[in-house]
Structure formats: C-alpha cells, structure tokens
C-alpha cells in the first residue's frame, strides 16, 4: 500500500533522485535533471532539500526505514513459512536496485548499511540467548560481517546470477536463493568442536 508521504512533491522529488543517482551516479546527477523527472522546478527541489547532497541523505534514509519495515514485518508475521522475504525485500528494493548497487561501489549508503547491521545486532541478541557457549566476537561485529555478506549479492549479483543459472533479482532466483540460504544456515559447516580447534589456531593477538 502506498504510503501517504509518497503522494507528495517532496516523496516525487526523493524517487527521482533515486533513479538519477543510480543511473549516473552521485557526482554527474543534477538537480536539473532531477525536477525535470519529478515534474517540478529546481527551485522546488532546493526548497525541500538545499543541496544534492542533503537529497542523498533523503534517500539514504528512506532505504533505511524500508528497511526496518520488512525486519518489522518479518517479526510480526506468525507463519513466516508462508513468506518469502527474499522476494518481498526484492519487490521493495527493485526500483532502487541501481542507487543501492551504486552507492555501495562508491562507498556511500552508510545508512543503509548501518541499518543493517543494528537489524542484525537484534537478531543476533535473540539468537545468543539460545547459545550453549559464549560468543567469541562482539555483536556489532558480527552483525557488521553479516550486513557486508547479505548485500554481497547484490553487488555481485552478475556473478550469483551466472552461477545460479537464473537472474537472481528473478521471482526464480529469489525462490533459489532463499532455498539456498536456509540450507546453508540451517547445516553448519562446522561442528562446535571443529570451530574450537580451528579457533585456537588463530593468533591470539586478534581477540
């Protein structure tokens, strides 16, 4: 459902900047070429924004709290098995999948990211409370190598396609990637004990 917030100039404005930063990236966008796709002036945009780059920041954080919707979905929903939240992030981030991919190889979207991993953290702090040994690495820390892993595909996503033999971003390849992810999660590639041994291998300055 359409949010009301997105009926306006300004939600116009922030989805016409998503599409030309992700077309031409951050520094060759213009404001011009902004309101000419939003239908509104330069003025208008300035008005609203200031600047191009407080315009990015304005996306950053709309991707942000997109974000923490489908987290917050995912935790509401009580039959999770009827969902598949790979194709439901997919939907959601579909129209924006060329300013994500962009950003991110210019290193910018640090919302985004950070995002991530405060999402990850929270699920990371449920999931200790059911371990039987005491974590070896910090939650942030572990919550920030998730986030790096899950929007690996999406950088790579050329690369995860050409090996899946499907187009991720397909409604095929989200089905065999979420496939894919609950068998890797689901079977461990090591045991405790093999962990503990590979562990106590590791310099011990690194802690």
Known sequence: MTEPEDLTARARIRDAALRHFGEHGFDRATIRGIAETAGVSSGLVRHHFGSKEALRDACDAHLAKALGKINDQ??????????????????????????????????????????????GAQWLAEADEKRSDAPEVSREARATVGAAMALSVAVLHEHVSRGLGVEVFSPEGADLLARALLDIYSHPYLSPEEAAEMRDRLPQGGK
């Open 74 to 119: 995912v935790r509401a929903d009580s039959s999770p098995g009827d969902v598949n939240y790979v194709a439901v992030a997919g939907a959601v981030f579909g129209p924006y999948r060329s300013y994500v991919l962009r950003a991110l190889t210019e290193g910018r979207a640090a919302p985004v990211f950070d995002e991530l991993v405060r999402l």
